[in-house]
């Protein structure tokens, strides 16, 4: 009931109780599951579909981007100091932002503790995930050859992640010191090309800017300057000016 690496107790302790404590205890079902062989082997790409195919029916985000909210619902589920005694904290390194890219398949896609916590987290048995998973063979993801893997990710943090939003990744980059691993992650990780280049619009100084964004900061400043000098004024009164 201890591990031998470390000498944890692998139980679930009595003062665990609610979602954590069954999501615990499903998550033991899968150790157990794995180890007895008997989960399926199949391609990892029909694996990660079947993931992805249950992430977006279970987890649900405002983005449209498959896992987009899953690491906020593994911290939610398992609990922060749980996820951090594994070294699997997606908030923080070495495992920032974790869950999104594990699921599609650019990083820690192998990593079996990490596969049992996602899979605990959105199957509700193995029998479950038994039946998901070979009917993704039919999912048009399951045959798409795997895209390449990335390295580096142990590297970035949440500053960095923060800083990279408001600058070019190459300055935060040379600045912080990191390899170009790292950067791969940047560009790497699903949507977040997308949303630096919807914020960075905000952020560089205006000089340079192009026409078009800087014509929209400018927009911005009226209207936030009207909203100051009018505090009560309402949005469709706003706009009709």
């Known amino acids: ?65 498959v896992g987009d909210n899953l690491a906020r619902h593994l911290v939610r589920g398992f609990g922060g100091d749980y996820l951090k005694a594994l070294s699997l904290d997606p908030r923080e390194a070495p495992a920032l932002g974790w869950p999104m890219l594990m699921i599609h398949g650019r990083w820690m896609y192998k990593n079996p503790v990490a596969n049992s916590i996602v899979l605990a987290s959105v199957f509700d048995s193995p029998a479950d995930y038994c039946a998901s998973v070979m009917d993704a063979e039919n999912l048009p993801e399951a045959r798409l050859p795997m895209q390449r893997a990335i390295f580096g990710g ?25 390899s170009e691993p790292t950067l791969l992650w940047f560009y790497a990780y699903p ?51």
Request: with cysteine; proline share 4%.
């Open 1 to 65: 009931m201890r591990c031998r690496e470390c000498g944890a107790h692998l139980g679930v302790a009595d003062e665990v109780q609610g979602e954590a404590r069954a999501l615990r205890i499903r998550l033991a079902q899968f150790v157990a599951a794995a180890f007895s062989g008997s989960l399926p082997c199949v391609p990892v790409p029909q694996r990660l579909a079947a993931i992805r195919d249950r992430v977006a029916q279970r987890v649900t985000n405002r983005s449209g981007i």
């Open 191 to 241: 949507g977040l090309q997308e949303r630096r280049k919807k914020l960075t619009a905000w952020s560089f100084p205006r000089r340079n800017l192009g026409f078009r964004a800087s014509r929209l900061l400018n927009f911005k400043d009226r209207l936030l300057k009207s909203k100051e000098m009018h505090p009560d004024i309402t949005r469709t009164d706003l706009y009709k000016q």
């Open 154 to 178: 142990e590297n970035v943090s949440r500053e960095l992640l923060r800083d990279s939003y408001g600058r070019p990744l190459e300055m935060v980059i040379r600045r912080a010191g990191m």
